[in-house]
């Protein structure tokens, strides 16, 4: 017995050794060296590689509110705490300048930085692994000659020290992120483009399939399987179903998505959270013929199995008790006090200025997060030039617990809405999560932790 207790922890530290030089080797497996020869001075390619870029969103995840573009530093939280994206402008020292074209695709596409250390998944190579390699010649071109250098440090993360290991991630790529091609669905040229820049360069994946046990999109495509794009929740937003359900796209039409994708707005909904940053840096910039190819894409993909097509008709009841003055639950003296001035008695807003919140499925959606924080923090609509102006809807902190709950319930099944129910403590966690997510650029974060009596008291 006594030899077996000092045979197990060699054994575990040879283990662990191991591992480690195999954590090591397994991302040179990964790295791949290219014959094309990429002039980074030449004016056309610089130009292609901005489109792309823009696709690719690159600038709304390597850049903060106010500061320079493609810098980093902002701030994302995973369930091990926040990382923050990195400095991808020309700078040598701080930045990428120093990348050769086969450094460059190495990281993007492969997720292998130029010390041939593993790259957080939070950068989404699983996504760009089908982008092609003159794509990536462009998009080399355009941060090598087209974007500002930028000396500025980029921030370690906040994961535990462990957790924070680089060599472990090489497993993870390994299993998660295995390497391969795009490949079409249809030989339809235009819904084929379509599938590419949703399953590409527009990475809807990252945020609109669900995670798994190694915080894995649980499918990469649609022919992997029918969870893809069928809803997640990150960041503490409800990244919607982009299938065909109800409170996916089933009521949507391709030109709406096309209108939504290229303004941020409908005379329905508006973007939000990072939906907004997403069409404000990208898909405000993209041509007429993509936008359309990726909507009708996506109105090709099926509904998530289980999930309803239409739901049960609901009678108005609530506009005319409003219009009445008649409040018969703390929630309709809410919705009088603080919402009715912008969205209306009916619900229905005003078409691209106040969003709707009447028939919208961000709003009866089953989960509730995305409610819940844009009430507590508030947001922003993106700022485009299609429409004269930018809306902001303002925080309402200030009020209680029970409060928040009462008026969402009450706006979550008001009208024609049949949203499932939100209690006290689903507003205590989103409040205690919000309190503790990272404003991005500094080392604030803000106080959103009140009880309910204090904001009674504040009423």
């Keep these: ?48 590689g901005e489109y792309v870029a823009r696709t690719a969103d690159c600038v709304a995840c390597h850049s903060v509110l106010g500061g320079e573009e493609f810098a980093g530093g902002l701030p994302m939280l995973t369930p091990l705490g926040a990382i923050y994206s990195t400095n991808i402008t020309p700078d040598k020292e701080t930045g990428i300048g120093s990348y050769s074209f086969d450094d460059f695709v190495n990281a993007t596409k492969h997720g292998v930085r130029q010390d041939n250390s593993a790259l957080y998944p939070a950068m989404p190579y699983p996504s760009y692994q089908i982008m092609p390699d003159e794509d990536m010649a462009a998009m080399y071109a355009y941060f090598m000659s087209g974007v500002k250098a930028v000396n500025q440090p980029n921030r370690d993360s906040e994961l535990p020290p462990v957790l924070g290991w680089r060599w472990p991630l090489a497993y993870w790529q390994a299993i998660f992120a295995p390497e391969r091609e795009f490949i079409a669905e249809t030989d339809d040229a235009v819904l084929a483009r379509g599938q590419y820049l949703v399953e590409g360069p527009g ?54 998505l096309v209108d939504f994708f290229k303004t941020g707005r409908t005379d329905i909904t508006a973007a939000f959270g990072a939906m907004a940053e997403v069409v404000e840096h990208s898909t405000q910039y993209m041509t007429q013929d993509d936008l359309y190819a990726m909507s009708a894409y996506l109105k090709t993909l099926s509904p998530k199995p289980g999930e309803p097509v239409t ?98 319930n009450y706006i979550r099944n008001s009208w024609t809405n049949q949203g499932s129910t939100v209690d006290v403590d689903d507003v205590v966690n989103m409040r205690h999560f919000l309190s503790k997510k990272p404003k991005a650029g500094t080392d604030f974060a803000p106080d959103l932790s009140i009880s309910a009596t204090e904001g009674a008291l504040r009423e």
């Design 1 to 48: 017995m006594k030899k077996w207790l000092r045979i197990i922890p060699v054994a575990g530290v040879v283990g662990l050794a191991l591992a480690f030089v195999l954590g090591q080797i397994l991302p040179h497996l990964r790295t791949t060296t290219s014959d094309l020869q990429v002039d980074i001075t030449d004016p056309a390619l610089i130009k292609k």
């Design 203 to 256: 990475h809807c994946g990252s945020c609109h399939t669900e995670r798994g046990i190694g915080f894995q999109e649980v499918a990469l495509t649609n022919a992997d399987s029918e969870e893809f794009l069928s809803g997640a929740v990150i960041d503490g937003w409800r990244a919607k179903s982009l299938r065909g359900e109800h409170d996916g796209l089933a009521i949507w039409s391709t030109e709406e």
């Design 311 to 408: 739901v049960t008709a609901k009678v108005d009841t609530t506009t005319q008790k409003l219009m009445d003055g008649v409040y018969d639950s703390r929630g309709a003296i809410l919705y009088a006090e603080y919402c009715q001035v912008c969205h209306r008695a009916d619900g229905k807003g005003v078409p691209r200025i106040f969003p709707a919140l009447e028939g919208n499925s961000a709003v009866y959606s089953r989960d509730a997060h995305s409610v819940l924080q844009i009430t507590l923090s508030g947001g922003r609509m993106p700022d485009t030039s299609h429409d004269r102006m930018a809306f902001t809807m303002p925080e309402f902190i200030n009020l209680s617990d029970a409060d928040v709950a009462e008026v969402v």
